[in-house]
């Protein structure tokens, strides 16, 4: 344990929020420094909350001025891949230009320990499945390619300055803090689970993209795994880059496959309603497959997913959603 403070960058947003709680309860002093622009405030009951933004030089120095801080958790990026095709810029300059910014501040300052979000979209279309940190990386967006060229300059960096960083790359983010204080608030929401859960507390359809993939039902398959699961590998990764001395790139996944049309079958069940589907055109930039091997995070971080089945996951997101519509309902 240390009373320096790790940085939680992009805090207030879903992963962001989770692991600063998570951070928080492990004893750990933590400072959030967000924009607020997806972010919620709300979601940071715990630690400091720093208002700034990356692209600013300014606000960078203010923050790692005032805080001592050991180590960088660097989950602040656009992550619509959707929209990441139609306006490119908007997502190399924030997902890029900010985390040059932020590297610059970190060398500033001396702080050479950073834990960074990647993801499963990096791969592209997967050639070989499960998928292991070895497997081609070509994006087939921008915001795979942002999240991979980051990556690239976080190996430079080391070589060059002895930045020292570990990469996780999640796979599909899904649930809610077990005990519903914060959970997944996006607007707008694109994501299935939660569109899945928030059509069955409204008994409105739910659309299905494209149920004629080359998978057993026609439908994609995904590896969901728990944000508090993701909190904890955080934690995990930190230690290692202070144990090791080393940087790494760890896959963060439950190793498992579940398609679109799995998914919506045990919300039915874990919700006890129907949930109506749409079947509507493939969207584009999606693989049919993406399932993780985690074997790397397990066997070098000895991280273990405490919420290794889909209902486990989904029962927290159901709590949270059923929090959500309440709280939503005209008084
Ligand atoms: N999906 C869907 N309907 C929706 C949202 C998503 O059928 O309203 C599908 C999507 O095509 C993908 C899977 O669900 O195959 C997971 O999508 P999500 O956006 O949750 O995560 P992604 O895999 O894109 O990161």
């Given at each position: 344990m240390t009373e320096k403070y790790v940085l939680v960058v992009g805090g207030a947003g879903y992963i962001g929020s989770h692991t600063n709680l998570y951070l928080h309860e492990a004893g750990y002093r933590t400072v959030v420094f967000d924009n607020l622009v997806y972010g919620h405030?709300?979601?940071?009951?715990c630690g400091e909350l720093v208002t700034g933004d990356l692209a600013s030089a300014d606000d960078l120095e203010a923050v790692f001025t005032q805080y001592d801080i050991a180590c960088v958790m660097h989950f602040a990026a656009y992550a619509y891949v959707g929209e990441s095709v139609q306006d490119p810029q908007k997502y190399y300059e924030n997902n890029l230009a900010g985390t040059l910014n932020l590297l610059a501040a970190m060398r500033r300052h001396e702080v050479s320990d950073i834990v960074f979000s990647s993801t499963c979209?990096?791969?592209?279309?997967?050639?070989?499945?499960?998928?292991?940190?070895?497997h081609p990386q070509q994006p087939i967006n921008p915001y795979g390619a942002s999240k991979m060229m980051v990556e690239r300059i976080l190996q430079d960096y080391g070589r060059a300055y002895g930045l020292r960083s570990v990469v996780l790359r999640y796979f599909n983010a899904a649930g809610a803090d077990p005990q519903c204080r914060i959970g997944e608030d996006h607007a707008p929401e694109t994501h299935l689970i939660p569109l899945v859960l928030q059509a069955a507390a409204r008994g409105t359809p739910v659309r299905v993209?494209?149920?004629?993939?080359?998978t057993p039902d026609g439908t994609c398959i995904r590896d969901y795994i728990h944000v508090s699961d993701l909190a904890a590998a955080h934690k995990l990764a930190m230690d290692y880059l202070v144990n090791t001395g080393q940087s790494a790139i760890f896959n963060l996944g439950n190793e498992q496959g579940f398609s679109v049309k799995e998914v919506i079958k045990l919300a039915e069940t874990v919700t006890g309603r129907p949930v109506h589907v749409n079947y509507c055109d493939r969207r584009p930039g999606d693989p049919a497959e993406l399932v993780a091997s985690a074997d790397l995070a397990r066997t070098a971080l000895g991280w273990r997913p405490a919420y290794n089945t889909l209902s486990a996951i989904l029962e927290t997101a159901w709590a949270w959603t059923k929090r959500m519509e309440e709280a939503s309902k005209p008084l």
């Amino acid at each position: 344990m240390t009373e320096k403070y790790v940085l939680v960058v992009g805090g207030a947003g879903y992963i962001g929020s989770h692991t600063n709680l998570y951070l928080h309860e492990a004893g750990y002093r933590t400072v959030v420094f967000d924009n607020l622009v997806y972010g919620h405030k709300s979601a940071v009951f715990c630690g400091e909350l720093v208002t700034g933004d990356l692209a600013s030089a300014d606000d960078l120095e203010a923050v790692f001025t005032q805080y001592d801080i050991a180590c960088v958790m660097h989950f602040a990026a656009y992550a619509y891949v959707g929209e990441s095709v139609q306006d490119p810029q908007k997502y190399y300059e924030n997902n890029l230009a900010g985390t040059l910014n932020l590297l610059a501040a970190m060398r500033r300052h001396e702080v050479s320990d950073i834990v960074f979000s990647s993801t499963c979209a990096s791969y592209g279309v997967p050639v070989a499945l499960p998928i292991t940190e070895s497997h081609p990386q070509q994006p087939i967006n921008p915001y795979g390619a942002s999240k991979m060229m980051v990556e690239r300059i976080l190996q430079d960096y080391g070589r060059a300055y002895g930045l020292r960083s570990v990469v996780l790359r999640y796979f599909n983010a899904a649930g809610a803090d077990p005990q519903c204080r914060i959970g997944e608030d996006h607007a707008p929401e694109t994501h299935l689970i939660p569109l899945v859960l928030q059509a069955a507390a409204r008994g409105t359809p739910v659309r299905v993209f494209g149920s004629d993939y080359d998978t057993p039902d026609g439908t994609c398959i995904r590896d969901y795994i728990h944000v508090s699961d993701l909190a904890a590998a955080h934690k995990l990764a930190m230690d290692y880059l202070v144990n090791t001395g080393q940087s790494a790139i760890f896959n963060l996944g439950n190793e498992q496959g579940f398609s679109v049309k799995e998914v919506i079958k045990l919300a039915e069940t874990v919700t006890g309603r129907p949930v109506h589907v749409n079947y509507c055109d493939r969207r584009p930039g999606d693989p049919a497959e993406l399932v993780a091997s985690a074997d790397l995070a397990r066997t070098a971080l000895g991280w273990r997913p405490a919420y290794n089945t889909l209902s486990a996951i989904l029962e927290t997101a159901w709590a949270w959603t059923k929090r959500m519509e309440e709280a939503s309902k005209p008084l």
